[in-house]
């Protein structure tokens, strides 16, 4: 395994490092971003254990290259903000299409670079879906038809099975969201992408713990692990 740390769109305002992990043996690429929304600290904190992990060696990846840009929206998290704009409305919408924003352009141009056959990006969220349908704290999210649905239906399952307190439970959202991450990745790059959405009224530990675990079936099931 070899893992590289580099700064995406340094010597700029929006500077933020990325790790590139790659094993051993030939396989697909996984892309990881969180921190797209500034505030959202569960899932950066996943994100940046992740990294933390396989730079010292305590975590492996056998096949593949795993991207992950932990916390994507530097400025916004100093503000312990959202961000404005949202940088998840500023993605590229068509094949033909610019991202709307400098920091949305650079992390974009980094997945051209390696055409990831997945994009997970890590949010937080309010509500729960298993109480109310209109919420999207505890969902994974794809786009309509997305070839990651039989695999996200899975992962839903192992969770929900550990998970003893029902209100907690997972749920699947199918729903295209122009100029987000996702579907820019779904649209441009033909990426099996999903957003993660952690509750973020749930205490910090279980919303790192349910990030890291999703995270960790999805590189098994992409068979990077
Ligand atoms: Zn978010």
Known sequence: MLVTKHTLAASSAHATPYYLIRGTKPGPVIMITSGVHGNETASMAAAQKLAN???AGR???VRGLLIIIPRVNQKAHRNKSRGKPDLNRTFP???SGKAKHPLASAVFRLARQYGPAWWLDLHEANGLSQRSS??????????????AVPVCKRIIGR?????????????????ELPGSARTAAARLLQARSVTVETCWSLNRSD??????????YFLREAGLL
């Open 53 to 55: 992990d396989c730079m």
């Open 59 to 61: 975590r492996h990846v």
């Open 93 to 95: 919408r068509h094949i």
């Open 134 to 147: 209109q919420v999207l704290g505890q969902t994974l999210i794809t786009n309509p038809g997305s070839k």
């Open 159 to 175: 969770m929900n099975r550990s998970i003893p307190i029902r209100d907690r439970h997972f749920n699947l959202k199918q729903h």
């Open 207 to 216: 919303r790192i713990k349910y990030q890291t675990e999703i995270v960790n």
